[in-house]
């Protein structure tokens, strides 16, 4: 399970597993402490907050003034969105918005991303905020804290070297919710387990995903995630998340674009190829198995079929999550839900956070 702390300044990557050592995906209360013992913390928590605050400077996100929350998909990685950080200073998109949920023009002229992936630990990704154990409620609700400046002053412990927070921290005007895929019924879930998470929340946005995840009616059919999950081809799977762009990709990667290419262009094929290598094709088969049968898991669990996001994105060309599940699921509720001519990876659909957050 990991955190991405991300803006164009720099990017820092928080893995909780290596927080909270575990056996067979279960960390006890003793380990983890050990663990934060030897770093010099007090506790886990002490641990926590500190790395927190370690990836919060190192990537810059302190300085930001606005934040995504975003939980991505399966075997999805950072790089995946990495163009969505506009280049000219700003969004490049409207994020104005309803006034009464805290968005203003400025808002994105400073923003920052926090980015949840890899859904590996079952434990960390059920489990409600605890001070004991490590879990990705928990971590969420410690780094917004410390982003929202709400850890409160404290003085640096010269004799452990652990970070504290600290007072530069400053206070974010809007934080924009956004799943893709299975993280949006991860979201959902997280959410309703921290309701200081939702309070935090000022629009929350779902692009290609239900709450209900896995779902014979309002999500991927059970038995094709199970087939999925036993028998795994990651070039197949990545043909589906790109759709017709990756079969395009394959001339583009042999072909040199003309010198008068528009090299903004992120419909091209030459930058879904490059997408498509963002993609974990040689990552470890059994990584990637072991995430699909967690997010089984997670699905098979209680789930949050409740939590209101505000606007669904939802891809015609989807061959992964139906289009018809997806809009089934969400015709039940007050969501707005907008239809792109898109694939799964619908992000090649966006030249920035912007034009997603002004959905």
Known sequence: MKLAFITKRGE??????????????????????????????????????????????????????????????????????????????????DCSGDASKGFGEDFGKDFGVIMCYEYDDINMLCAPPSASNITLAGALESALACIFGAFGAREKSDSSGVLRADSQACKIDSCVLVGFSMGVCVGAKILAQSPSLTARISKAIAINGSNAGIHDTFGIKARIFARTAKHLDIKAFASALFGENLAESKKAESTPEPKNADSENIDSGAQIAKLAQKFRLDSDTSALKKELLCLQEFCASEQNLTFAYDVVIISRQDKIFPPQANSAFFAQTSTAIHYIDAPHFAFSHFKSWGEICAM
């Open 12 to 93: 820092c990557v928080l893995d909780l597993s290596q927080i909270a050592p575990s056996v067979a995906g279960v960390a006890s209360a003793d380990s983890i402490n050990h663990a934060a013992g030897a770093a010099g913390a007090n506790s886990a928590q002490d641990l926590l907050e500190a790395q927190i605050l370690q990836c919060a400077r190192e990537s810059g996100i302190l300085s930001a003034k606005n934040l995504i929350l975003f939980f991505g998909g399966f075997g999805s990685s950072p790089t995946m969105f990495s163009h969505l950080l506009a280049q000219n200073g700003d969004f490049g998109g």
